[in-house]
């Protein structure tokens, strides 16, 4: 029996197998953040493949949060309707459909990867000023960031609670909290980024207070039932930033706050981190967070052969693997694993005659 392909039971809700959709940018929202036809092909087209969740790309909690003016949000009532054909479309077709839940933080307010012009978008162009623990920005091409008080720290938090209230009526049945890739809740968690002197700073219980207080924010918003992931950088590639060992302690405080499962990437923080790219180069941190914490963890990173995803879960290094770039060129990814694994996956009926 494949491993991969058994169900995995989070909370009040099941996995029919360990494939999970990486969430992915597609900046290919309009300027109000609202989901368009291409999000509800995209995700739909892996939720058809056979994908066990999908999860949406990074989903702004605030106008200010997006990574681009090309992002999706749920920051209101609008963004609410707009996705709810989107996750019907995702469980109809036999997925759990997720959203990631973010704040870009110093690294809001940029140009989408492919445009001509690259660094802070001006507010002339539809960009706006970025915030942070500091005041330092990204890298010089950046917007230069305000340091976020204790009034706008409570805003953020209070921001993630309702737009993952606004999650589960728009049709989300689980809901991840960004905490990576140099965005905001990461930009507190790094001695990197984070040199403030006051609660949101200093030791490891300081910088990762908002990260704590946001997962709680988040729980409180979506009851007992519905699991609450969390992403994060388990490792800031660079001397003297966040650490694996960091990150042990931090999915202990997670899992306190009420998280189900740690999603283990790494990096972002800061522009010269060296990251050794690699097949499953991260599963290492996703073992070693499951193994030391005790609380679940999902691998990320270049992970493409099926016995390779298998190997990973069935040896316990992570309880589910997350894939981004191979479902970008592979939509039906699952279903071929499935053949290889000699496992079963669910098959539209309209697609019978493929499989």
């Not at 039971?9 to 969430?23: A, D, E, F, K, Y």
């Not at 870009?104 to 915030?131: F, H, I, L, N, Q």
Request: proline share 9%; aromatic share 6%; glycine share 12%.
């Amino acid at each position: 029996m494949s491993v991969l392909f058994s169900p995995l039971t989070l909370r009040g809700l099941t996995l029919p197998n360990r494939i999970v959709m990486s969430p992915m940018c597609q900046y290919s929202a309009g300027p109000d953040g609202l989901p368009t036809d291409w999000h509800r092909v995209h995700l739909g087209a892996r939720a058809v493949g056979g994908v066990g969740m999908v999860i949406s790309e990074a989903t702004a909690v605030v106008p200010e949060g997006r990574i681009s003016p090309r992002d999706t949000g749920l920051w209101s009532d609008a963004h609410v309707d707009a996705w709810r054909p989107v996750t019907g479309f995702v469980a109809a077709a036999g997925a759990v459909p997720a959203v990631q839940l973010a704040h870009a933080g110093r690294k809001a307010s940029t140009y989408w990867p492919w445009s001509p012009t690259k660094g802070g978008v001006p507010d002339a162009e539809g960009g706006w000023p970025p915030v942070g623990p500091g005041t330092e920005p990204f890298a010089p091409s950046y917007r230069t960031p305000a340091a976020l008080d204790r009034a706008g720290l409570d805003r953020v938090v209070e921001a993630f609670g309702q737009a993952a209230g606004r999650a589960l009526a728009a049709g989300f049945r689980a809901v991840e909290v960004h905490a990576a890739h140099g965005y905001l809740l990461h930009e507190f968690l790094s001695p990197l980024v984070n040199k403030r002197t006051d609660d949101y700073g200093g030791d490891l219980e300081g910088r990762s207070r908002l990260a704590v207080e946001v997962t709680r924010a988040v729980r409180s918003a979506v009851g007992d039932a519905v699991p609450v992931l969390v992403r994060i950088s388990a490792t800031d590639w660079v001397p003297g930033g966040w650490t694996p060992a960091d990150s042990v302690l931090l999915a202990g405080l997670l899992a306190e706050a009420g998280a189900d499962l740690v999603d283990c990437s790494s990096g972002g923080g800061v522009p010269e981190a060296e990251i050794p790219l690699g097949p499953g180069y991260q599963v290492p941190l996703a073992a070693r967070v499951r193994r030391e914490s005790k609380v679940p963890t999902g691998a990320v990173g270049l992970i493409s052969a099926p016995k390779h995803a298998e190997a990973i879960v069935a040896g316990g290094d992570a309880d589910l693997v997350l894939l981004g770039r191979e479902l970008l060129r592979d939509p039906y990814w699952p279903r071929r694993a499935a053949q290889q694994l000699g496992a079963a996956v669910h098959t539209p009926e309209q697609y019978l005659r493929a499989w």
